[in-house]
T-cell receptor, first 114, second 112 residues
Framework: EAGVVQSPRYKIIEKKQPVAFWCNPISGHNTLYWYLQNLGQGPELLIRYENEEAVDDSQLPKDRFSAERLKGVDSTLKIQPAELGDSAVYLC????????????FGPGTRLTVL | QKEVEQNSGPLSVPEGAIASLNCTYSDRGSQSFFWYRQYSGKSPELIMFIYSNGDKEDGRFTAQLNKASQYVSLLIRDSQPSDSATYLCAVILRGAGNMLTFGGGTRLMVKP
C-alpha cells in the first residue's frame, strides 16, 4: 500500500514569492491534515479536512495561507507571499474514520525562505 | 505554560535499560493521548495511544496515563540503539476545540 505522497520534498524561494505544496493521501483515507514543524518542535496543526470540508482551520494564517482539497482526495497548501518565518517542514498526514484516528504522515516538504 | 510539555532532553540510557519519557498536559478534560516516534529527518509515526487511566502494554512499550495528575508517560524496556529518536507526546485538548496538540518532543539516545 502506498503511503502519503508529498511534493516537492525541498523548496527554496525568496521572500515575497508564492509557493505551493501538494499532498496525495493514502487511498480511502477521508481525513487529511496539514502540519507545520519547526526544528526542535512538535508538529502544529494548520488545517484538517474531513473529505472536502475544511474543519479545524483556526491555526491557519489566512492572510497568506490557503488550502484546498478538491474532490476530497488530493490537497494543496499555498503560501502567498512567503515570509522568512515560514521556513519549516510542512507535513501532510491522513487517517481513516474519525478525527485523529491513527495518522500516517508523508515525508514532508522542507521550505527555506531566503 | 505550554499545553503539552515534554523535557527536550537528550535522555541518554545504556542499551538494555528502561527509558522513561514523560509528558504533562494542561487540559484536565483531555481524553485521548498518543505517542509518536520521529527519527531525525523523518516523519512522525504512531507508537501507541491510550484513553484510560492505567497502563497499556505493546511489546517493549508501555504507556501510562494518570488523568488526575495530568500526566502520561512512555516506558521502553530493553532499549536498543535503534530506539534513538525523538518521542512526541500528543493530546486531544478539549479546550482547544478537540484539536490534536503535540509537545516539543524528547530526544532519546540509547548508547551501545
Amino acid at each position: 500500500e502506498a503511503g502519503v505522497v508529498q511534493s516537492p520534498r525541498y523548496k527554496i524561494i525568496e521572500k515575497k514569492q508564492p509557493v505551493a505544496f501538494w499532498c496525495n493521501p493514502i487511498s480511502g483515507h477521508n481525513t487529511l491534515y496539514w502540519y507545520l514543524q519547526n526544528l526542535g518542535q512538535g508538529p502544529e496543526l494548520l488545517i484538517r479536512y474531513e473529505n472536502e470540508e475544511a474543519v479545524d482551520d483556526s491555526q491557519l494564517p489566512k492572510d497568506r495561507f490557503s488550502a484546498e482539497r478538491l474532490k476530497g482526495v488530493d490537497s494543496t497548501l499555498k503560501i502567498q507571499p512567503a515570509e522568512l518565518g515560514d521556513s519549516a517542514v510542512y507535513l501532510c498526514a491522513s487517517s481513516f474514520g474519525g478525527a485523529y484516528n491513527e495518522q500516517f504522515f508523508g515525508p514532508g516538504t522542507r521550505l527555506t525562505v531566503l | 505554560q505550554k499545553e503539552v510539555e515534554q523535557n527536550s532532553g537528550p535522555l541518554s540510557v545504556p542499551e538494555g535499560a528502561i527509558a522513561s519519557l514523560n509528558c504533562t498536559y494542561s487540559d484536565r478534560g483531555s481524553q485521548s493521548f498518543f505517542w509518536y516516534r520521529q527519527y531525525s529527518g523523518k516523519s512522525p509515526e504512531l507508537i501507541m495511544f491510550i484513553y484510560s487511566n492505567g497502563d497499556k502494554e505493546d511489546g517493549r512499550f508501555t504507556a501510562q496515563l494518570n488523568k488526575a495528575s495530568q500526566y502520561v508517560s512512555l516506558l521502553i524496556r530493553d532499549s536498543q540503539p535503534s530506539d534513538s529518536a525523538t518521542y512526541l507526546c500528543a493530546v486531544i485538548l478539549r479546550g482547544a476545540g478537540n484539536m490534536l496538540t503535540f509537545g516539543g518532543g524528547t530526544r532519546l539516545m540509547v548508547k551501545p
